[in-house]
Each structure stands twice: as structure tokens, then as C-alpha cells.
């Protein structure tokens, strides 16, 4: 496994998204919470190309999966 350490905002640039902390407040707003049934990259909101890299950096358990996984706790607070 790779030991690079990505940022949230790192992640929102990977993903085509605007990476400033107003852009990522939006988002989160936007599409939290995000239903416990719904796995993160089958949510509705994503392109295909955002599923596939967030689908793939989980399953590979690749060097953004950390921040992938921050990602998908912010997406799903006031769930139970």
C-alpha cells in the first residue's frame, strides 16, 4: 500500500469537485445524509466516472482509500 496521505480537498479535485471549503460545505450539505442502505459509490449524485474511482480506490484499498472513507463518514452524519 502506497503511504501517501491525501487531503479532503484533494479528493474533491480528483473528483472534478470544487475543493475550496465553501465548495465542499455545499456538497456535503447538499447530499448528506446519505442513507446507510446506499453503499458510497453507488449514491445517485455521482457521475460514472466519480463511482468507478471511489468504487476502485475502496476495493484496492489504494493510497486515497483513507480519505475515501472520510469522505463517505461526513456524507452520512445524522444517520443511524
Known amino acids: 500500500m502506497n ?5 479532503f480537498t484533494e479528493l474533491f479535485l480528483q473528483l472534478g469537485l470544487p475543493s475550496d471549503a465553501n ?8 447530499h448528506s445524509p ?13 457521475t460514472n466516472a466519480q463511482s468507478t ?6 476495493l484496492n484499498d489504494a ?3 483513507e480519505v475515501v ?3 463517505n463518514t461526513a456524507l452520512r ?3 443511524s
Open 34 to 46: 446519505l442513507e446507510s442502505s446506499i453503499r458510497l459509490e453507488d449514491a445517485p449524485f455521482w
Open 69 to 71: 472513507d472520510q469522505l
Open 63 to 65: 493510497d486515497w482509500a
Open 3 to 7: 503511504s501517501n496521505h491525501h487531503r
Open 53 to 58: 474511482m471511489l468504487k476502485e480506490e475502496i
Open 77 to 79: 452524519r445524522g444517520t
Open 23 to 30: 465548495g465542499i460545505k455545499r456538497f456535503l450539505d447538499t
